[in-house]
């Protein structure tokens, strides 16, 4: 079966760091981009961050330009986010996707939880 | 950014009618293969979001045909010629065509 898993989420205080994790399970990347977006509680879907796999290009939403970097690992088919300098208004729903063509966004994970609170 | 907005934000439906929800973006989704990349998702309570349309009119595997995808300019749209339980939920419309890809702010479907 075709999917992304995420890991990595949790309880983290505001000015601190984190770094969530994708990997493909059934397949590989490769065909074009893989994607964070994020889900505020109770609202709806951000795009975050991505990357088009092959050529590296990355991409990064205004709000989390300069604190969240995208990273690739062609070897574990995984993607990372690293996430630094953490807001409570980052507290959301994180979720994995993967196009096989732009703005595909065919594969969804199961998503991981990032809550910043002190 | 492109601008995405949907409309209506919420739509009470009863079963068995249909029902249409609209997207506007606020530019040109012509990516430079010529392809618009406009994609259409459905999240229901719980659940990670999944994508019905893609490229504004190709129906992904699973999705019944009385769901469809059109576009008359700039304006896109989701219809469902006859709503069931199933279709409870929050749409969204999203564009893959510009970085960063952006999404509607969704329309919650609920049965009247």
């Known amino acids: 079966e075709v999917q992304v898993v995420e890991s990595g989420g949790g309880l983290v205080q505001p000015g601190t760091s984190l770094i969530i994790s994708c990997h493909a399970s059934?397949?590989?990347?490769?065909?074009?981009?893989v994607h964070w977006v994020r889900q505020l509680p109770g609202k709806g879907l951000e795009w975050v961050a991505g990357?088009?796999?092959?050529?590296?290009?990355?991409g990064y939403a205004d709000s989390v330009k300069g604190r969240f970097v995208v990273s690739r690992d062609f070897a574990r088919s995984a993607l990372y986010l690293q996430m630094e300098n953490l807001k409570i208004e980052d507290t959301a729903l994180y979720y994995c996707?993967?196009?096989?063509?732009?703005?595909?966004?065919?594969?969804w994970g199961q998503g991981t939880s990032v809550t910043v609170s002190s | 950014d492109v601008l995405m907005t949907q409309s209506p934000l919420s739509l009470p439906v009863s079963l068995g009618q249909p029902a249409s929800i609209s997207c506007s973006s606020s530019?040109?989704?012509?990516?430079?293969?010529?392809?618009?990349?406009l994609s259409w998702f459905h999240q229901r309570p719980g659940q990670s979001p999944r994508r019905l349309i893609y490229?504004?009119?190709d129906r992904d595997s699973g999705v019944p045909d009385r769901i469809s995808g059109g576009v008359s300019g700039t304006d896109f749209t989701l219809k469902i010629s006859r709503v069931e339980a199933e279709d409870v939920g929050i749409y969204y419309c999203?564009?893959?065509?510009?970085?960063?890809?952006?999404f509607g702010q969704g329309t919650k479907l609920e049965i009247k």
């Open positions: 996707t993967y196009d096989s063509q732009p703005g595909g966004a065919e594969v």
């Open positions: 999203m564009q893959g065509t510009h970085w960063p890809y952006t």
């Open positions: 490229k504004v009119f």
């Open positions: 059934g397949f590989i990347f490769g065909d074009y981009g």
């Open positions: 990357v088009i796999w092959r050529s590296g290009h990355t």
């Open positions: 530019q040109s989704l012509v990516y430079r293969d010529g392809n618009t990349y």
